[in-house]
């Protein structure tokens, strides 16, 4: 994947339209969060002023790869913009031009052929995962209706419940968790905060595992090597 493509000029727009694996996966929401937010979020003056002049540029670069008509990926560079504001990239599309369909299309079965998975998601078929959203009205006729969503299952474990109870962010439930907070029971923010805390504590510690052990197989083959 070309990711953002903050430059992205007729030359290299020519060349992926005759490229069958290599796809344009443009973020541009970073714009908006760094300009709006960025003195807040501690980033340099320096950086919020060359921001201005990246956007010009990958503004024009994406409005001429929707003219080409190449394949468009979706992606959102979280980290930069805060987790969960993702669906705010679909609307900044918009913004410049594509249509609600397109882009639906882009984050769903498009992004899993990019990813080599579109035998398991990137679209609602008998022996895919079931992984589904539902939201509040039709995204065809307003995109930003995919900041509002109401029902979330993942691989065919409810989430979020058609009444948007959280029954805990992706947190898996234990049966005594599960007695107290049933499937469409209105669980406490501070419940939904403390499993939050549990998770990432949890995923942290197991990344930080892997990074030392993976340290050490460095250290290892490099001792064999010398």
């Not at 913009?81 to 410049?96: S, T």
């Not at 990137?122 to 029902?151: H, Y």
């Not at 947190?171 to 209105?186: A, M, N, V």
Request: glycine share 8%.
């Amino acid at each position: 994947t070309i990711d953002h493509g903050s430059f992205l000029n007729d030359e290299a727009i020519s060349i992926l339209k005759i490229t069958r694996n290599t796809f344009y996966v443009p973020t541009l929401y970073t714009s908006d969060v760094i300009s709006e937010s960025g003195v807040k979020n501690g980033i340099p003056q320096s950086q919020i002023e060359r921001e201005l002049y990246v956007r010009n540029a990958q503004t024009n670069g994406f409005k001429n790869a929707l003219l080409a008509g190449i394949p468009i990926g979706f992606g959102t560079d979280s980290g930069v913009i805060p987790h969960g504001d993702n669906a705010h990239e679909m609307e900044v599309r918009a913004r410049y031009g594509e249509k609600p369909m397109s882009i639906l299309v882009s984050a769903t079965s498009l992004n899993a052929k990019i990813i080599g998975w579109e035998d398991k998601i990137g679209s609602v078929e008998v022996g895919k995962w079931a992984d589904l959203i539902a939201v509040t009205g039709n995204p065809l006729k307003d995109i930003k209706e995919m900041q509002r969503v109401r029902f979330v299952m993942k691989n065919g474990e409810v989430y979020l419940d058609e009444k948007g109870f959280s029954v805990g962010y992706g947190h898996k439930l234990s049966e005594e968790e599960l007695k107290r907070y049933p499937p469409g029971t209105s669980v406490p923010q501070s419940q939904l905060d403390s499993w939050l805390e549990e998770d990432l504590e949890s995923s942290y510690t197991a990344a930080q595992t892997q990074a030392n052990s993976l340290s050490r197989f460095h250290e290892l083959d490099a001792t064999q090597r010398a």
